[in-house]
């Protein structure tokens, strides 16, 4: 695998010091924002809760819509940005080196440790993150969960396929889902995300 | 003070730390997704979602940032760092005009969020920097040493409507009530 992700966080961490005259960070083709993470999972998990018992998985579907159509248009820009070209395109060899390049990026944002377990080419991508930032503080305010609470990653998974296989670019957006195997959330050891055709 | 942006941003870990506190960078796509799919879903009561949880992870996490900075006393130097930190994080440039204990007025001549929506939606009819709102909340709580919610945040201005700046007003929950039963 010659995707050096050390590389990839060094210059998002380099990147992400430089703002504009507006207090804009324009980086890796986007407009990028740091805030604490408690704001995302509150956002998350009370949007869900607000939604009552019997809309929860509507709640959930809906979540994980905004995250796949945003990482679909997020990592699009970031595959056709001066950085994507300058520091990942040199390490990549073949297509699917991209899922790779996506994963060390979505580590440097702060997202979890995606680790590609398994990839068949425009079949099925499946991944494992130790660190969720969704699951460690469900768990945490909400005790044990009875399904997987990472939507955002789950989302983005599915974005990685979509933009790899699903087309023509915005086309292939939805081309793809994802669901969440196992989550630290309930109780697993780690999350696990299974990306297919739908 | 100047802040030392390469110490208080770092990495612990797997995480990304401000000031040790775990942070998440994120787009424009997903914060106004986040946005649209609880107006839209919830209307107003996915707004005071919004607002409330910026107004509590900003309270919570500038408590901690102002207890690691004891230099800060006074409360110019709280606001100008409290101002850094809003734009050094990509949330665009705020400008605590004139703020004290019973709150005031503050202007932002540019945002992430309204960066972020117009790109994607253009413009809106009604004010949209919830976000905004909330994290100015947040900060003056701290600042002026106010419980969470002390405050209430209005937008009177919006960019995201094509106004030329945002403007925000800063007023006591408390006093507005008693304001509003006599």
């Given at each position: 695998?010659?995707?050096?992700?050390?590389?990839?966080?060094?210059?998002?961490?380099?990147?992400?010091?430089?703002?504009?005259?507006?207090?804009?960070?324009?980086?890796?083709?986007?407009?990028?924002?740091?805030?604490?993470?408690?704001?995302?999972?509150?956002?998350?998990?009370?949007?869900?809760?607000?939604?009552?018992?019997?809309?929860?998985?509507?709640?959930?579907?809906?979540?994980?819509?905004?995250?796949?159509?945003?990482?679909?248009?997020?990592?699009?820009?970031?595959?056709?940005?001066?950085?994507?070209?300058?520091?990942?395109?040199?390490?990549?060899?073949?297509?699917?080196?991209?899922?790779?390049?996506?994963?060390?990026?979505?580590?440097?944002?702060?997202?979890?440790?995606?680790?590609?377990?398994?990839?068949?080419?425009?079949?099925?991508?499946?991944?494992?993150?130790?660190?969720?930032?969704?699951?460690?503080?469900?768990?945490?305010?909400?005790?044990?969960?009875?399904?997987?609470?990472?939507?955002?990653?789950?989302?983005?998974?599915?974005?990685?396929?979509?933009?790899?296989?699903?087309?023509?670019?915005?086309?292939?957006?939805?081309?793809?889902?994802?669901?969440?195997?196992?989550?630290?959330?309930?109780?697993?050891?780690?999350?696990?995300?299974?990306?297919?055709?739908? | 003070?100047?802040?030392?942006?390469?110490?208080?941003?770092?990495?612990?870990?797997?995480?990304?730390?401000?000031?040790?506190?775990?942070?998440?960078?994120?787009?424009?796509?997903?914060?106004?997704?986040?946005?649209?799919?609880?107006?839209?879903?919830?209307?107003?009561?996915?707004?005071?979602?919004?607002y409330q949880a910026a107004e509590?992870?900003?309270?919570?996490?500038?408590?901690?940032?102002?207890?690691?900075?004891?230099?800060?006393?006074?409360?110019?130097?709280?606001?100008?760092?409290?101002?850094?930190?809003?734009?050094?994080?990509?949330?665009?440039?705020?400008?605590?005009?004139?703020?004290?204990?019973?709150?005031?007025?503050?202007?932002?001549?540019?945002?992430?969020?309204?960066?972020?929506?117009?790109?994607?939606?253009?413009?809106?009819?009604?004010?949209?920097?919830?976000?905004?709102?909330?994290?100015?909340?947040?900060?003056?709580?701290?600042?002026?040493?106010?419980?969470?919610?002390?405050?209430?945040?209005?937008?009177?201005?919006?960019?995201?409507?094509r106004n030329e700046t945002c403007?925000?007003?800063?007023?006591?929950?408390?006093?507005?009530?008693?304001?509003?039963?006599?």
């Amino acid at each position: 695998m010659p995707i050096d992700g050390t590389k990839i966080i060094h210059a998002v961490m380099e990147g992400s010091r430089i703002r504009d005259a507006k207090g804009i960070i324009p980086l890796f083709g986007v407009y990028l924002s740091i805030f604490f993470v408690p704001y995302y999972n509150r956002v998350s998990f009370e949007f869900e809760k607000k939604m009552g018992k019997d809309q929860d998985v509507e709640a959930a579907s809906l979540l994980i819509e905004a995250a796949q159509e945003c990482g679909y248009a997020t990592f699009h820009g970031i595959q056709n940005s001066w950085e994507w070209q300058e520091i990942v395109e040199p390490m990549i060899e073949k297509r699917e080196d991209q899922i790779f390049g996506f994963t060390a990026v979505a580590l440097a944002f702060g997202w979890g440790d995606m680790e590609v377990r398994e990839l068949v080419p425009n079949e099925r991508l499946l991944i494992r993150v130790t660190d969720s930032y969704e699951a460690a503080r469900y768990a945490e305010d909400h005790g044990p969960a009875t399904s997987g609470k990472c939507y955002m990653l789950r989302g983005v998974t599915a974005a990685f396929m979509d933009l790899l296989y699903g087309g023509i670019y915005p086309e292939g957006l939805f081309t793809f889902s994802a669901e969440e195997s196992c989550c630290r959330a309930k109780g697993d050891q780690c999350c696990e995300f299974l990306a297919q055709k739908r | 003070m100047q802040i030392n942006w390469k110490n208080e941003l770092n990495r612990k870990g797997r995480r990304v730390v401000l000031s040790n506190q775990p942070v998440a960078m994120h787009c424009h796509h997903y914060n106004i997704n986040l946005q649209k799919t609880l107006e839209d879903t919830l209307g107003e009561e996915g707004v005071r979602l919004l607002y409330q949880a910026a107004e509590e992870a900003s309270f919570d996490g500038f408590q901690t940032l102002f207890s690691q900075h004891k230099k800060l006393k006074t409360t110019e130097s709280k606001l100008e760092f409290a101002a850094d930190i809003y734009q050094n994080c990509g949330l665009g440039i705020i400008r605590f005009q004139e703020t004290d204990s019973r709150g005031g007025q503050i202007i932002s001549p540019a945002g992430h969020h309204v960066t972020g929506w117009l790109a994607k939606h253009g413009m809106r009819k009604t004010p949209g920097c919830h976000f905004s709102r909330g994290w100015i909340a947040g900060v003056l709580e701290v600042i002026y040493d106010h419980p969470p919610g002390y405050y209430s945040v209005k937008e009177l201005a919006c960019k995201m409507m094509r106004n030329e700046t945002c403007v925000f007003q800063v007023t006591e929950k408390l006093k507005r009530k008693r304001k509003l039963k006599t």
